[in-house]
């Protein structure tokens, strides 16, 4: 079990998008928040904005709540000042875990996320400890169930958008572009009809650690305690692990 959206697929199987999807919103309004706040409020001139409500529709979030976000930005500077940071560490057997954070307090975030490795096997390490292990991508996820159309004319589809990577998964096909064309390829294939299940910039690693029998159940204890954190808003891994072993810890 690798690739992307198997960590979206787990988190599924747990339960937990409908079970957090308030944190969730929450996390998502931070962001775009962050985001209107840094640049223009209008996502016709914000890139990053543009993204972000991309993201936050994919999660059916009502648009009430975006807009919500894009005024209080644009109320001036009673705001809160956050800053993103990237926590970089290991988990079990070694694993390289990357953590996005939005903090409106460097200090209290730095021990929280230090204490959730340190309680769960793991450790936080230096900047760039782990980092050099992935890359910043473009990933986008068709669904079986949803996208009905046959696997090569997706593809062809696909490689006319100009993209890096099209694989052939159990539950879909994953697509993977540079971040530089990841919304030309969003356009061009949305453009063309296709139903996409998530579209987001992302990092994905370029080795991955197989784990195994309860190494499953310490690391994805790990990525849920972090992904709680109010502060967190992605956590990233290079762990693969055997679909039928994942399902013993998380059903």
Known sequence: ?????????IQHRKGRQDA?????????????YVAARQGDKNPDNNQKLRMVIAKAKAQNMPNDNIERAIKKAAGGGEGKDYEEIMYEGYGPDGI?????????????????????????????????????MFERKGVLFISRDEEKRDEEELMMLALESGVD???VLEKGYEITTEPESFEEVKQSLESAGVHLSSAEVT??????VSIHGETIKNVLD???ALE??????N???NFEADEEEIVKYTE
């Not at 079990?1 to 697929?9: E, L």
């Not at 709680?228 to 808003?233: C, G, N, S």
């Open 20 to 32: 957090i999807r308030g944190k969730i919103f929450a996390k998502l309004g931070r962001e775009i």
């Open 165 to 167: 990577d099209f694989e």
């Open 228 to 233: 709680d954190h109010d502060d967190v808003q």
């Open 1 to 9: 079990m690798a690739g992307h959206s198997k960590w979206k697929n």
């Open 235 to 237: 956590v990233y891994a």
């Open 222 to 224: 790990l990525m849920d």
């Open 96 to 132: 390289a875990v990357m953590v996005e954070a939005l903090t409106d307090n460097r200090n209290r975030t730095a021990a929280d996320v230090r204490h959730i490795f340190s309680k769960r096997g793991g450790n936080l390490g230096e900047t760039g400890s782990v980092g050099w």
């Open 203 to 208: 990092f994905i690693p370029s080795n991955k």
